[in-house]
């Protein structure tokens, strides 16, 4: 069963910065992409960014240059390096992972996320900015 759980969450000036963690457990992030995506109540679920299995990447417009996704090179544990935080950032985040026939490119795996196509979820950590 695969198990992903998300950490890092916390509170946070304007223009702070903070690191989510994602570990997964039976399961490796190398067999298909993984993403991060977030979600605020009464809003659209955003796709914030896709990694690939090669390790290729793709982000939202809104966090392009301030988020950074990356994986170990075991492919147990993602990572998002949110920088230049903004109060529009506050939202639950969570990490997933994708199925495969979506992932043939990242840009498309961001779109997956946003309609909730995922092979698997984390409950989620919350990230407030304040202004």
């Known amino acids: 069963q695969v198990r992903l759980m998300e950490s890092g969450g916390g509170s946070v000036q304007s223009g702070g910065s903070l690191r989510l963690s994602c570990a997964a457990s039976?399961?490796?992030?190398?067999?298909?992409?993984m993403g991060w995506f977030r979600q605020v109540p009464g809003k659209e679920r955003e796709g914030v960014a896709a990694i690939g299995s090669d390790g290729s990447t793709s982000y939202a417009e809104s966090v392009t240059g301030r988020f950074a996704i990356s994986q170990d090179n075991a492919g147990n544990t993602l990572y998002l390096v949110m920088n230049s935080l903004k109060p529009e950032d506050t939202a639950l985040y969570y990490c997933a992972a994708v199925p495969a026939d979506e992932c043939v490119t990242t840009d498309k795996a961001l779109g997956a996320m946003r309609r909730g196509v995922f092979v698997s979820w984390g409950q989620g950590t919350q990230v407030t900015v304040s202004s």
């Open positions: 039976g399961y490796s992030y190398r067999r298909s992409c």
